[in-house]
Nanobody, 114 residues
Framework: QVQVVESGGGLVQPGGSLRLSCAAS????????MDWYRQAPGKQRELVAS???????NYANSVKGRFTISRDNAKNQGYLQMNSLKPEDTAVYLC????????WGQGTQVIVSS
């Protein structure tokens, strides 16, 4: 049974950092590309960052230079390092793993507030 679980969210002050994790089980993680999305209240789900199975990355303009997506295939984990956080980064962050099938986690809440 495939499971995708995000963790690492929380409350952080503006300018702070968080590292989100996406743990996968029941799949061959290295075969899957990974996206991080975020969903803020009243807003559309936004693609934040992507990494292919081969390690090629891409970022939304709103997070470029502040966020870094990475993966550790040996640990079946992906990460989103978020630095210089802003209040507008507040959202539920979701991990999406996809190849021939899509898998989603439940999300982890990030709140950026003083």
């Amino acid at each position: 049974q495939v499971q995708v679980v995000e963790s690492g969210g929380g409350l952080v002050q503006p300018g702070g950092s968080l590292r989100l994790s996406c743990a996968a089980s029941g799949m061959i993680f290295s075969r899957y590309a990974m996206d991080w999305y975020r969903q803020a209240p009243g807003k559309q789900r936004e693609l934040v960052a992507s990494i292919t199975s081969g390690g090629i990355t891409n970022y939304a303009n709103s997070v470029k230079g502040r966020f870094t997506i990475s993966r550790d295939n040996a640990k079946n984990q992906g990460y989103l390092q978020m630095n210089s956080l802003k209040p507008e980064d507040t959202a539920v962050y979701l991990c999406n793993l996809y190849a021939d099938i899509d898998y989603w986690g439940q999300g982890t809440q990030v709140i950026v507030s003083s």
